[in-house]
């Protein structure tokens, strides 16, 4: 049973930067599709991020394009996020997904889609 903990939340000012981590244990991720997800107050979860097992299909929401890059290293068994630029509506919780993919060379952006989740990590962002 796959477990994900994320880290590396916290209150930032609009412009500035934070690089989430998800750590996964229980077994390799090494063959799954990623994805991170945010969830605002009174919202749904939405896609934010989205990444095939080896990194070579990407997904991104148009809101983050050019400032958030997702990234994993299979021999941590750990997946990121970094985050550029941020604004105010970037504020949520993140929560990061992971699914088995047979390594086939897809990125998931349905919530639905995903079989393990994290508990999640508070992004603040202050204008």
């Known amino acids: 049973q796959v477990q994900l903990v994320e880290s590396g939340g916290g209150l930032v000012q609009a412009g500035g930067s934070l690089r989430l981590s998800c750590a996964a244990s229980g077994g390799t991720i090494r063959g799954y599709a990623i994805g991170w997800f945010r969830q605002a107050p009174g919202k749904e979860r939405d896609i934010v991020a989205a990444s095939s097992w080896g990194g070579g299909t990407t997904y991104y929401a148009d809101s983050v394009k050019g400032r958030f890059t997702i990234s994993r290293d299979n021999v941590k068994n750990t997946v990121y996020l970094q985050m550029i630029s941020l604004h105010p509506e970037d504020t949520a919780v993140y929560y990061c997904?992971?699914?088995?993919?047979?390594?086939?060379?897809?990125?998931?952006?349905?919530?639905?889609?995903?079989?393990?989740w994290g508990q999640g990590t508070q992004v603040s962002v202050s204008s």
């Open positions: 997904a992971a699914t088995e993919s047979s390594y086939r060379p897809v990125a998931y952006y349905r919530a639905n889609q995903y079989t393990y």
